[in-house]
């Protein structure tokens, strides 16, 4: 079982940065793969970042290559840099972590979802 909990969401400029927190609870942190998402109001929840067991390989959705950057450590916490951020970046952000090895980009694979926080970026 795995418990996670996001912080770092809130409001920036176009142009600023925010770093996204996701703190896991449970045993094997490390044999999860751990992913983002997130879902604007009247949208469906995307992929935005993910990250494989260990760290040993990252994937980012298109729009977001260059300016987001996921990472995690051996202290339970994946983290998503946001640098550069835009309008279109103003969603409720999530943080999910699955079985599987490698990167996962399907919302379906993911075993467990944090509640999400909120980013706003305004113009």
């Known amino acids: 079982q795995v418990q996670l909990v996001e912080s770092g969401g809130g409001l920036v400029q176009a142009g600023g940065s925010l770093r996204l927190s996701c703190a896991a609870s449970?045993?094997?942190?490390?044999?999860?793969?751990m992913g983002w998402f997130r879902q604007a109001p009247g949208k469906e929840r995307v992929f935005v970042a993910g990250?494989?067991?260990?760290?040993?390989?990252t994937d980012y959705t298109d729009s977001v290559k260059g300016r987001f950057t996921i990472s995690r450590d051996n202290a339970k916490t994946v983290y998503l840099q946001m640098n550069s951020l835009k309008p279109e970046d103003t969603a409720v952000y999530y943080c999910?972590?699955?079985?599987?090895?490698?990167?996962?980009?399907?919302?379906?694979?993911?075993?467990?979802w944090g509640q999400g926080t909120q980013v706003t970026v305004s113009s």
């Open positions: 999910a972590a699955t079985l599987r090895y490698g990167v996962t980009v399907s919302s379906s694979q993911y075993n467990y």
């Open positions: 449970g045993r094997t942190f490390s044999n999860y793969g």
């Open positions: 990250i494989g067991w260990y760290g040993t390989n």
